[in-house]
T-cell receptor, first 116, second 113 residues
Framework: AQSVTQPDIHITVSEGASLELRCNYS??????LFWYVQSPGQGLQLLLK??????LVQGIKGFEAEFKRSQSSFNLRKPSVHWSDAAEYFC??????????????FGKGTKLSVKP | DTAVSQTPKYLVTQMGNDKSIKCEQN?????MYWYKQDSKKFLKIMFS???????INETVPNRFSPKSPDKAHLNLHINSLELGDSAVYFC????????????FGEGSRLTVL
């Protein structure tokens, strides 16, 4: 069965520091992978996605993520964090066939806090 | 213009009541979804509709019934509300059901007392 693991529940970084949020997935075929961000009281916004091709994908707000098939990982990175990046981040895997098309499996999220 | 809009944003009600949450998307997408986010922020799909046809119906109680009058609308009706139904319910839509790239509404926070 598909699953997504985000090992870190809460991460605190200083403003201007680099960031890496971890995501591991379990999926039998080539997955569709996503990172979403949820600001307090808001819905989820897509940061970036991986479907195929280049394993390093660029997203909005200066984020990037790298798909590593050998490690079943899709970690999110940002070289310099801004205070406005404080939010909850969700990694998700999508099924690309059969009756489960469009069913995103989400990780439990990582809460990012940013110190001034 | 809000792409995916849900109403109401907040809903407080008593156990046993029936309530509905409405969702509309103006993106021209064929597929719409309901997700439930519990108090621990865990997101789980409940239903998806593609062009008004039910595609995904995860294991949810029969008290939850989605209705899609047209492909731009997907409403969620809940009968006999229970304490455990308290959660944030998110509506979402996607252009291509194969990819699962979702556009979310802002959520409807349901509190059952």
């Amino acid at each position: 069965a598909q699953s997504v693991t985000q090992p870190d529940i809460h991460i605190t970084v200083s403003e201007g520091a680099s960031l890496e949020l971890r995501c591991n997935y379990s999926y039998g075929a080539t997955p569709y992978l996503f990172w979403y961000v949820q600001s307090p009281g808001q819905g989820l916004q897509l940061l970036l996605k991986y479907f195929s091709g280049d394993t390093l994908v660029q997203g909005i707000k200066g984020f990037e993520a790298e798909f590593k098939r050998s490690q079943s990982s899709f970690n999110l990175r940002k070289p310099s964090v801004h205070w406005s990046d404080a939010a909850e981040y969700f990694c998700a895997v999508g099924s690309n066939y059969g009756g489960s098309q469009g069913n995103l499996i989400f990780g439990k999220g990582t809460k990012l806090s940013v110190k001034p | 213009d809000t792409a995916v809009s849900q109403t109401p944003k907040y809903l407080v009600t008593q156990m046993g009541n029936d309530k509905s949450i409405k969702c509309e998307q103006n993106l021209g997408h064929d597929t719409m979804y309901w997700y439930k986010q519990d108090s621990k922020k865990f997101l789980k799909i409940m239903f998806s509709y593609n062009n008004k046809e039910l595609i995904i119906n995860e294991t949810v109680p029969n008290r939850f019934s989605p209705k899609s009058p047209d492909k731009a609308h997907l409403n969620l009706h809940i009968n006999s509300l229970e304490l455990g139904d308290s959660a944030v319910y998110f509506c979402a839509s996607s252009q291509d059901i194969r990819t699962g790239e979702l556009f979310f509404g802002e959520g409807s926070r349901l509190t059952v007392l």
